[in-house]
């Protein structure tokens, strides 16, 4: 078989049943609780070990490509290597199914899976792992993976579990700059995920999403405990930039800690805020298609596409709706910060003269987002991602100079693996610029949000 036709039979949708799926951590919530809803489908779904493989990722590869295709493929040699370790004789790679999603162009995305797959197809023992892949083309489902009856109720369970990540990330972000004892955010933290995954493991497939709620918010409640209220309010930072790095804490150094450490509170850019997005371009492409099939009087083109443009607006009503259920039921415990809405963001791009979302990658998202974010009285704007990745640079690109003229301190981290010795002390600059930042907006009387 060749490359060609190895990454045709082997990297697409395959059924999950009977194989150990192996998902590499991103966000570390957000991993875990899709586990958690994939084995609550009966599916055998684990999150690998992260950043251990660092190495292997390195050696495999020849340095040009975007850094979390390096981490992820490191994950899954190195996971495979253990398991080689530990079964001896009886480790069969056909066992496992490796889960690699991605997007269409502009950017690199799409070819993580291929370049995976040549790879692993090179190395001895681990050609017969397939990769499962799901596509932002078709706003990623799964249809092809599970069965049919289940595919819907899967990708919404599989949604509510990533909302309930960004609640949990959201409760750390709220509570460790402002906790009573160090490291008492992150333990509880830690221990609150482990529950969310049990119920979500329990209930998902049930469709019980009241009784993951119930669990959720009295674990919200005692979060509160842990904020010492006499702490004054700190700058707030909002962050914005290339999904898997802002998300992935080891590959970004513990970005967020580092700029708690220097006085600061965070709110970072969601994951669902990605699902939500994917769903509301895959409608507007599919109206602006329809239009144009109005246009030629191709009523096939016309019908399909009207189709798909109702199919997207019914995910994506419901996502919206999962989401102001969950956000509403945990903030009458926990003041956290809420979730942008899609088209709020676009409108920040002023009809397109600062970017457009016909470009596509995360850039529309960042830009807007960090505009969101400036308009709701944030005191400062980090722009986090992979050292030469293209949406993130364009992102820093209009960016800067925007908020420059607006005032508002703004800083790039772009990271790919090693240290750079000048980071931290850019961003003890920028965390005194936000601290200043605060005085200035409070003593005008703006107190945020
Ligand atoms: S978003 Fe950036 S890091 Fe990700 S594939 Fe595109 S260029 Fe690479």
Not at 165 to 172: A, E, G, H, P, W
Not at 234 to 261: A, C, F, W
Not at 376 to 400: E, Q
Request: proline share 3%; net charge positive; hydrophobic share 35%.
């Amino acid at each position: 078989m060749n490359q060609f036709e190895s990454m045709k039979a082997k990297v697409g949708k395959f059924s999950l049943a009977n194989k150990t799926i192996l998902l590499p951590e991103m966000g570390h919530s957000g991993s875990f609780l899709v586990a958690a809803a994939m084995r609550s489908f009966g599916i055998d779904a684990q999150v690998m070990e992260t950043y251990k493989g660092l190495q292997l990722g390195k050696q495999y590869t020849s340095g040009k490509e975007c850094f979390p295709c390096q981490i992820t493929l490191g994950d899954v040699l190195y996971h495979l290597e253990r398991e080689k370790e530990r079964l001896g004789e009886g480790f069969n790679s056909e066992n496992y199914l490796y889960f690699m999603a991605e997007s269409g162009g502009p950017c690199r995305f799409g070819m993580y899976n291929k370049l995976h797959r040549i790879i692993l197809d090179s190395m001895d023992g681990f050609s017969k792992t397939r990769i499962a892949s799901l596509t932002a083309e078709d706003s990623y489902s799964v249809a092809g993976l599970m069965k049919p009856e289940e595919k819907t109720h899967f990708r919404r369970s599989a949604y509510v579990a990533v909302v309930i990540s960004d609640i949990l990330d959201r409760m750390l972000w709220r509570t460790r700059p402002y906790e009573k004892e160090k490291g008492q955010a992150e333990a509880y933290y830690e221990k609150t995920l482990e529950n969310m995954c049990l119920a979500v493991e329990i209930h998902g497939r049930k469709k019980r999403f009241q009784q993951i709620y119930r669990t959720l918010e009295e674990a919200v409640v005692k979060a509160q405990d842990i904020i010492e209220p006499t702490i004054p309010a700190k700058p707030l930072i909002g962050m914005v930039g290339e999904i898997y790095l802002r998300s992935h804490t080891k590959s970004n150094q513990d970005l967020i800690k580092l700029l708690e450490s220097y006085g600061g509170e965070v709110v970072n850019a969601s994951l669902a805020e990605w699902v939500n997005y994917v769903s509301y371009d895959n409608m507007q492409k599919a109206g602006r298609k329809a239009l144009l099939a109005l246009k030629q009087r191709d009523l096939k083109s016309l019908s399909q596409n009207l189709r798909q443009w109702l199919s997207n607006r019914i995910e994506l009503t419901y996502q919206y709706f999962r989401m102001d259920q969950i956000y509403r039921r945990v903030k009458k415990h926990l003041h956290i910060y809420n979730d942008h809405k899609i088209d709020k963001l676009e409108k920040q791009l002023d009809n397109g003269r600062l970017f457009s979302f016909h470009v596509g990658t995360e850039a529309g998202l960042s830009i807007g987002g960090a505009l969101e974010y400036c308009l709701h009285g944030f005191d400062g704007i980090v722009n986090v991602f992979p050292f030469t990745c293209m949406p993130s640079t364009m992102c820093s690109a209009v960016l800067k100079p925007l908020l420059d003229r607006k005032q508002i301190p703004y800083i790039d981290a772009s990271y790919d693996g090693t240290y750079q010795p000048n980071l931290e002390a850019a961003i003890r600059t920028f965390m005194y610029q936000a601290a200043q930042h605060q005085r200035k907006r409070l003593a005008q009387g703006n107190t945020r949000h």
